[in-house]
Protein backbone atom coordinates (compact mmCIF):
# COMPACT_ATOMS: atom_id res chain seq x y z
CA UNK A 1 0.00 0.00 0.00
CA UNK A 2 1.21 3.62 -0.48
CA UNK A 3 1.96 5.61 2.37
CA UNK A 4 1.98 9.19 2.63
CA UNK A 5 2.93 10.57 5.93
CA UNK A 6 3.26 14.16 7.14
CA UNK A 7 5.41 15.48 9.90
CA UNK A 8 2.79 16.69 11.99
CA UNK A 9 -1.18 16.29 12.85
CA UNK A 10 -1.50 19.59 14.09
CA UNK A 11 0.20 22.84 14.36
CA UNK A 12 0.21 26.09 16.43
CA UNK A 13 2.53 28.69 15.34
CA UNK A 14 2.76 32.84 15.69
CA UNK A 15 2.20 35.19 13.14
CA UNK A 16 5.38 35.96 11.15
CA UNK A 17 7.08 32.64 11.76
CA UNK A 18 8.83 30.32 9.84
CA UNK A 19 6.62 27.18 9.03
CA UNK A 20 7.87 23.88 7.27
CA UNK A 21 5.36 21.38 6.52
CA UNK A 22 7.13 18.01 5.26
CA UNK A 23 5.99 15.46 3.64
CA UNK A 24 7.24 11.96 2.87
CA UNK A 25 5.83 9.03 0.44
CA UNK A 26 7.43 5.69 0.14
CA UNK A 27 6.37 4.01 -3.02
CA UNK A 28 8.80 5.82 -5.68
CA UNK A 29 6.24 8.47 -6.95
CA UNK A 30 7.35 10.54 -9.45
CA UNK A 31 4.65 13.75 -8.49
CA UNK A 32 3.80 15.21 -5.09
CA UNK A 33 1.30 18.19 -4.53
CA UNK A 34 0.14 20.49 -1.73
CA UNK A 35 -3.20 21.55 -1.16
CA UNK A 36 -5.10 23.39 1.60
CA UNK A 37 -8.89 22.66 2.66
CA UNK A 38 -10.86 24.73 4.22
CA UNK A 39 -14.81 24.25 4.90
CA UNK A 40 -16.95 24.71 1.69
CA UNK A 41 -14.32 25.10 -0.19
CA UNK A 42 -12.61 22.14 -2.23
CA UNK A 43 -9.04 21.15 -2.03
CA UNK A 44 -6.81 24.00 -3.46
CA UNK A 45 -3.74 22.96 -4.97
CA UNK A 46 -0.59 25.40 -3.72
CA UNK A 47 2.33 23.93 -5.67
CA UNK A 48 3.05 20.46 -7.00
CA UNK A 49 6.26 19.07 -8.22
CA UNK A 50 6.92 16.55 -10.90
CA UNK A 51 9.80 15.47 -10.36
CA UNK A 52 12.99 16.09 -8.18
CA UNK A 53 14.06 19.87 -7.93
CA UNK A 54 11.05 20.38 -10.30
CA UNK A 55 8.16 22.17 -9.07
CA UNK A 56 4.82 24.51 -10.69
CA UNK A 57 2.81 26.80 -8.88
CA UNK A 58 -1.00 25.64 -8.29
CA UNK A 59 -3.94 28.04 -7.81
CA UNK A 60 -3.17 29.91 -5.00
CA UNK A 61 1.06 29.75 -4.05
CA UNK A 62 1.07 33.17 -2.75
CA UNK A 63 2.78 33.19 1.26
CA UNK A 64 3.88 29.81 0.02
CA UNK A 65 7.37 27.94 -1.02
CA UNK A 66 8.02 24.22 -1.65
CA UNK A 67 11.43 21.86 -2.13
CA UNK A 68 11.88 18.52 -2.99
CA UNK A 69 15.41 17.65 -3.08
CA UNK A 70 14.51 14.07 -2.51
CA UNK A 71 12.06 12.19 -4.83
CA UNK A 72 10.51 10.37 -1.68
CA UNK A 73 9.94 14.18 -0.15
CA UNK A 74 8.28 17.52 -0.58
CA UNK A 75 8.28 20.59 2.10
CA UNK A 76 5.97 23.19 1.82
CA UNK A 77 7.22 26.61 3.52
CA UNK A 78 5.25 29.33 4.69
CA UNK A 79 7.88 32.34 4.46
CA UNK A 80 5.95 34.47 7.24
CA UNK A 81 2.62 32.52 8.77
CA UNK A 82 -0.22 34.59 8.59
CA UNK A 83 -3.81 34.14 10.35
CA UNK A 84 -4.91 33.40 6.46
CA UNK A 85 -2.89 30.56 6.20
CA UNK A 86 -4.56 29.17 9.26
CA UNK A 87 -5.87 25.50 7.58
CA UNK A 88 -5.76 21.40 7.30
CA UNK A 89 -2.90 21.25 4.69
CA UNK A 90 -2.81 17.82 2.90
CA UNK A 91 0.12 16.34 0.75
CA UNK A 92 -0.56 14.26 -1.77
CA UNK A 93 1.10 11.73 -4.29
CA UNK A 94 0.95 10.12 -7.80
CA UNK A 95 2.47 7.65 -10.06
CA UNK A 96 3.54 9.23 -13.06
CA UNK A 97 2.73 11.97 -15.94
CA UNK A 98 -0.04 11.70 -17.88
CA UNK A 99 -3.39 11.19 -17.16
CA UNK A 100 -5.85 8.89 -15.07
CA UNK A 101 -3.50 9.19 -11.74
CA UNK A 102 -5.13 8.85 -8.23
CA UNK A 103 -3.82 10.62 -5.83
CA UNK A 104 -2.67 8.88 -2.32
CA UNK A 105 -2.85 11.76 0.58
CA UNK A 106 -1.02 12.01 4.05
CA UNK A 107 -3.35 12.27 6.96
CA UNK A 108 -3.63 16.29 6.89
CA UNK A 109 -1.42 18.77 9.11
CA UNK A 110 -4.24 21.16 10.65
CA UNK A 111 -2.14 24.46 11.31
CA UNK A 112 -3.48 27.20 13.54
CA UNK A 113 -1.86 30.91 13.13
CA UNK A 114 -1.98 33.07 16.09
CA UNK B 1 -13.46 29.07 -15.23
CA UNK B 2 -13.37 25.31 -14.46
CA UNK B 3 -16.29 24.87 -11.74
CA UNK B 4 -17.30 22.08 -10.10
CA UNK B 5 -20.47 21.65 -7.65
CA UNK B 6 -20.96 19.13 -5.03
CA UNK B 7 -24.30 19.46 -2.69
CA UNK B 8 -23.36 21.35 0.15
CA UNK B 9 -25.95 20.34 2.41
CA UNK B 10 -25.18 17.00 4.11
CA UNK B 11 -27.14 14.09 3.33
CA UNK B 12 -29.25 12.18 5.81
CA UNK B 13 -30.44 8.97 4.56
CA UNK B 14 -31.59 5.29 6.47
CA UNK B 15 -29.71 3.00 6.29
CA UNK B 16 -30.23 -0.08 4.08
CA UNK B 17 -31.19 2.87 1.12
CA UNK B 18 -29.32 3.90 -1.64
CA UNK B 19 -27.86 7.14 -1.14
CA UNK B 20 -26.69 9.03 -4.36
CA UNK B 21 -24.91 11.83 -4.60
CA UNK B 22 -24.30 14.62 -7.36
CA UNK B 23 -21.37 15.80 -8.88
CA UNK B 24 -22.59 18.95 -11.65
CA UNK B 25 -19.35 20.62 -13.41
CA UNK B 26 -19.26 23.80 -16.37
CA UNK B 27 -16.62 25.28 -18.45
CA UNK B 28 -14.93 21.89 -19.33
CA UNK B 29 -14.85 18.76 -20.89
CA UNK B 30 -12.78 16.55 -18.68
CA UNK B 31 -11.45 13.06 -19.85
CA UNK B 32 -12.56 11.34 -16.48
CA UNK B 33 -13.17 11.82 -12.96
CA UNK B 34 -12.61 10.66 -9.74
CA UNK B 35 -14.47 10.05 -6.64
CA UNK B 36 -12.80 9.78 -3.18
CA UNK B 37 -14.16 9.40 0.29
CA UNK B 38 -12.46 11.59 3.50
CA UNK B 39 -13.24 10.85 7.09
CA UNK B 40 -13.09 13.73 9.42
CA UNK B 41 -9.63 14.95 10.13
CA UNK B 42 -8.31 12.07 7.40
CA UNK B 43 -6.47 13.34 3.56
CA UNK B 44 -9.14 12.29 0.87
CA UNK B 45 -8.97 8.50 -0.19
CA UNK B 46 -9.33 7.29 -3.67
CA UNK B 47 -12.64 5.73 -4.73
CA UNK B 48 -13.10 5.38 -8.16
CA UNK B 49 -12.15 6.62 -11.65
CA UNK B 50 -14.47 6.74 -14.75
CA UNK B 51 -13.73 8.12 -18.24
CA UNK B 52 -15.66 9.91 -19.99
CA UNK B 53 -16.24 6.96 -22.91
CA UNK B 54 -17.91 5.06 -19.93
CA UNK B 55 -21.51 5.40 -18.72
CA UNK B 56 -20.91 3.82 -15.64
CA UNK B 57 -18.75 1.89 -13.11
CA UNK B 58 -19.00 -0.45 -10.27
CA UNK B 59 -17.04 -1.46 -7.01
CA UNK B 60 -19.12 -3.70 -4.73
CA UNK B 61 -21.98 -1.15 -3.57
CA UNK B 62 -20.61 1.56 -5.21
CA UNK B 63 -21.64 2.49 -8.76
CA UNK B 64 -20.76 5.74 -10.96
CA UNK B 65 -22.66 7.28 -13.64
CA UNK B 66 -21.10 9.68 -15.91
CA UNK B 67 -23.15 12.41 -18.39
CA UNK B 68 -21.21 14.05 -20.28
CA UNK B 69 -23.89 15.93 -22.06
CA UNK B 70 -25.61 16.83 -19.49
CA UNK B 71 -21.76 17.35 -17.03
CA UNK B 72 -23.16 15.35 -14.31
CA UNK B 73 -21.74 12.40 -12.45
CA UNK B 74 -23.82 10.29 -9.92
CA UNK B 75 -22.24 8.48 -6.85
CA UNK B 76 -24.55 5.80 -5.14
CA UNK B 77 -23.87 3.58 -2.56
CA UNK B 78 -26.88 0.58 -2.37
CA UNK B 79 -27.26 -0.82 0.84
CA UNK B 80 -26.20 1.89 3.02
CA UNK B 81 -24.34 1.29 6.24
CA UNK B 82 -23.51 3.63 9.11
CA UNK B 83 -19.52 2.92 8.16
CA UNK B 84 -20.63 4.62 4.82
CA UNK B 85 -21.36 7.70 6.44
CA UNK B 86 -18.47 10.51 5.54
CA UNK B 87 -17.91 13.37 2.72
CA UNK B 88 -17.67 12.45 -0.46
CA UNK B 89 -15.81 14.22 -2.98
CA UNK B 90 -15.26 14.10 -7.00
CA UNK B 91 -12.28 15.63 -8.86
CA UNK B 92 -11.31 16.24 -12.42
CA UNK B 93 -8.78 15.93 -14.64
CA UNK B 94 -7.59 19.89 -15.27
CA UNK B 95 -5.96 21.45 -18.05
CA UNK B 96 -2.68 20.30 -16.83
CA UNK B 97 -2.72 16.42 -16.45
CA UNK B 98 -1.57 16.48 -13.21
CA UNK B 99 -3.82 18.77 -11.66
CA UNK B 100 -7.24 17.79 -10.36
CA UNK B 101 -9.84 20.35 -9.98
CA UNK B 102 -12.33 19.13 -6.58
CA UNK B 103 -15.64 19.67 -5.50
CA UNK B 104 -16.17 21.29 -1.55
CA UNK B 105 -17.49 17.86 -0.80
CA UNK B 106 -21.00 16.14 0.03
CA UNK B 107 -21.39 14.97 3.72
CA UNK B 108 -23.26 11.80 4.00
CA UNK B 109 -24.88 10.66 6.89
CA UNK B 110 -26.23 7.36 7.08
CA UNK B 111 -28.72 6.84 10.23
CA UNK B 112 -28.87 3.28 11.87
Known amino acids: DVKVTQSSRYLVKRTGEKVFLECVQD?????MFWYRQDPGLGLRLIYF???????EKGDIPEGYSVSREKKERFSLILESASTNQTSMYLC?????????????FGPGTRLLVL | SQKIEQNSEALNIQEGKTATLTCNYT??????LQWYRQDPGRGPVFLLL???NEKEKRKERLKVTFDTTLKQSLFHITASQPADSATYLC???????????WGAGTKLIIKP
Open chain 2, 91 to 101: ALVGDSNYQLI
Open chain 2, 27 to 32: NYSPAY
Open chain 2, 50 to 52: IRE
Open chain 1, 27 to 31: MDHEN
Open chain 1, 49 to 55: SYDVKMK
Open chain 1, 92 to 104: ASSLASGSLETQY
